[in-house]
């Protein structure tokens, strides 16, 4: 394991191996609060760096991980993980590296009982109001940790302790596209109908995941989020799902 | 001129795929590739096409397949015992199919993924972000596939092919350990776990996927208790179960995943694990990037010509 200080007072980049075919470098925060700015620079610089023979750049919580084409690297993979975060820290050091402005997203939540599925059961084991558990949701800014499970599944956090709830023990079957869940620490959105084990606690009308939309997701990782409270009729006035008419 | 492959009956779990969909995995769209690339790319050498070509991927049992035309195919991969219009036709060959002839598969006899290549271009409406690969779907009954056709030739195999099919069918179906990079968890697992992973056999449960690959074999420990923050793993990624078993993610794994990541097994072993039968028992082994680097140059060196 290799670490590089990329300036003195700013945390340092581990690199590791994922297998022979992935470099994952790790930034070493201690407490993950929110996903660390140099992290989030980093990954725009590589993205907007397009490296031959990159296939994919992953972000998510404190590694980015860069899929590679063995065939494109004669190098020792340590080696050219070290030159591109070399390339990063130069950058840097002139002031050559663009910040994108982070998204902040407002996502529609109806919570009302017919759509949040779990929220009767889940007010009474936390000992609290819907009304509470509402505010104390949509109160909140989440950062997008990543995303996975699904095509645009966003991972976001952190949810406030009070209104945290275990997974499901087995999945259900089927969860609603646009069904907004919790699971522990973590909140986020199915972005198609699928089986699925998170707390359900409300529905928004738009759609997360749209293949044939050019940017394909509503979320990236690094994005801010916040939920709005919207009642029944505003979400059948919104609704984009299917199922719902 | 258009000609057509048309799906007479459905498999259990048939597709079409290429080398995968790249660039997209940080969206959580996966790459979804073959299962054994190898197989699927000695198809098309056999028919002279692109190594990454599209081609149809199926597991037993396989739908069963009609050409409107005459064109050229190969099956290459698991021995599903295929036959045209009920008369056996061989592996690893370029087969001449005339219109109207059915193709299907009578029994598994050994691996578990074959792959049908055909010469022609298929029609770019299949594509969604620069792959062929089925996004989450499988072959259907009344499925089909419009297809360019290629210029007449003939096709035969010459002494390259032959090298070619040789090496590939000594890489996937020769007994092998199955080779991997310790990951991130490795040194969190206790010291049993370790002596057993490296010394005991395994074999894949009848539950495995196209998602991933169950191992049964003795259960596998952390020393204690540890939680991980998700990260992105890939094909290959070997993670812990907090049961105690070991998952290998396949060609549809998730981009991302938060279990123990205790390694990966490397590229080219990859193809043999996926052909490998659930009764079949086989070992890891431990090796290091120099070595996988090293043996995935000279495999796809017998595809150069």
Known sequence: MVSLGMQSQRPTFQIQLLGDHAIVYKINTGQLKDIDPNLLAFTQFVTNEKINGIKDIILAYDTLTLVYDILHFDSNPFLFAHTILEAFNNASKNNIVSIERRSMIEIPVCYDESLGIDLENAVKALNCSIDELIQQHSEKIYTVYCLGFLPGFAYMGEVPHAIQLPRHPSPRSKVLAGSVGIAGKQTGIYPMNSPGGWQIIGRTPIKIFDPTSTSLTLFKAGDQVRFKPIDLKLFHTLNTHEDVH | MKMSIKIIKKGLSDRIIDAGRYGFQHLGIQPSGPMDFLSAQLANTILDNDLNHPVFELHFPAAVFEFDEAMYICICGANFVPVINEKSVALNTPIHVYPKDQLSFLQPIEGRSCYLAFKGKLDESKKWLNSFS??????????????????????????????????????????????FIPGPAWNDLDHASIQALMHKSFTIDAKSNRMGFLFN??????????DYLSSAVTMGTIQLLPNGQIIVLMADHQTIGGYANLGQIILVDLPR?????????????????????????????????
């Open chain 2, 134 to 179: 089925s996004f989450q779907t499988t072959l259907n009954k009344g499925d089909h596939f419009v297809i360019h056709k290629a210029p007449e030739i003939v096709l035969s195999i010459n002494p390259f092919k032959q090298n070619t099919i040789q090496q590939v069918q000594k890489n996937l179906f020769n007994e092998h350990e199955i080779r």
């Open chain 2, 217 to 226: 074999g003795p259960a596998i420990h952390l020393a204690a208790p540890k």
């Open chain 2, 273 to 305: 694990l996926a052909q490998l039968n659930n009764q079949c028992p086989f070992k890891l082994s431990i090796t290091n990037v120099q070595t996988a680097h090293q043996l995935y140059r000279s495999i796809q060196s017998w595809f150069m010509h």
